[in-house]
């Protein structure tokens, strides 16, 4: 039978995946990271202007809200090129950046019915099996123009660059001056947000002091994190590869964590006002990735 071949022109095919902008390469692999995460349980009423117009509805255990923030240490291992001359060659062949995302907890509206509910507890010990419940980022403050540039035109994240104050909790210990060596170890995570245009204010500092806490190894892995792209809604997925303690707080646990508001009028500080204010937190996760190479103290051969 003979085959007759059509003149007509095939509409062109929509793009199955959105698209990755030069000069970036996709997936991203940390080379190392650290992260501290608060949660906070809080009225469902709070949330619902912040995901107007987004597509998600908010994740709800309890019929409350969950809103987060977690603060992120992480650096990346980059190469400069294929067959590059060694004089074009980066001057340093890896990176550090330091970023804090304000979260709600959502799901796209359109795939409510596949919905399961859950409490919050079974959702940061990795209970969410569908792997809906995501973050819709409502800022994310980072140090970072190439971390800056990449969430947002990758992810669609509502990023701004500003600097960070930070007392992270560390495997290297810290020492006085004393005639004695006597290494200390810093057990309190602490980290500050400062205004992008005058770094002597803060946005919000946050405190978390866990001693005495016991946690749960949990790992929501892989986390689900909401944005837009094209002007449509975009998820794409995080994975963190170990472990991470998580610490449920009771009412008096929750003293665990100090939060207090700086005198920045920027617009973040105002939302986490009205997101978080008269609300304890209700779980605090912690997590290290693990050292590489571990250098000892000298000694006498």
């Not at 995570?189 to 204010?201: A, I, L, Y």
Request: net charge negative; aromatic share 12%.
């Amino acid at each position: 039978m003979p085959i007759t071949m059509s003149n007509q022109t095939s509409p062109v095919a929509k793009e199955a995946l959105p698209s990755v902008p030069y000069p970036f390469t996709m997936p991203f692999y940390y080379a190392s990271l650290t992260n501290v995460g608060v949660f906070y349980a809080v009225p469902k009423e709070r949330v619902i202007p912040y995901l107007k117009d987004t597509g998600l509805l908010p994740a709800l255990f309890n019929d409350q809200a969950l809103v987060s923030f977690n603060f992120q240490l992480y650096s990346g291992q980059f190469a400069s090129g294929i067959d590059v001359p060694p004089e074009q060659w980066s001057s340093c062949g890896a990176a550090i950046t330091q970023e804090l995302e304000l979260n709600i907890v959502a799901y796209p509206e359109k795939r409510k019915s596949q919905i399961e509910p859950i409490s919050y507890q079974d959702y940061l010990e990795n209970g969410d099996q569908t792997k809906l419940y995501g973050n819709h980022r409502v800022w994310v403050p980072c140090d970072a123009d190439i971390a800056i540039a990449a969430g947002m035109q990758l992810f669609g994240e509502p990023k701004f660059k500003t600097s960070f104050k930070v007392n992270l909790a560390s495997q290297n210990p810290v020492r006085n001056n004393t005639p004695h060596y006597n290494p200390e170890w810093v057990s309190t995570w602490g980290f500050r947000v400062d205004d992008p245009t005058d770094s002597n204010q803060a946005i919000f500092t946050c405190v978390v002091n866990t001693a005495g806490l016991t946690p749960i190894p949990g790992n929501f892995s892989p986390i689900t994190e909401y944005g837009t792209h094209d002007k449509q809604m975009i998820g794409c997925r995080w994975n963190i590869l170990q472990p991470m303690p998580t610490y449920f707080l009771n009412e008096s646990a929750s003293q665990a964590v100090t939060l207090t508001m700086g005198t920045s009028s920027h617009p973040m500080k105002q939302d986490m006002e009205n997101l978080l204010s008269n609300v304890n937190p209700v779980a605090v996760r912690t997590y290290n990735s693990q050292p590489a190479a571990i250098q000892s103290r000298a000694y006498y051969p």
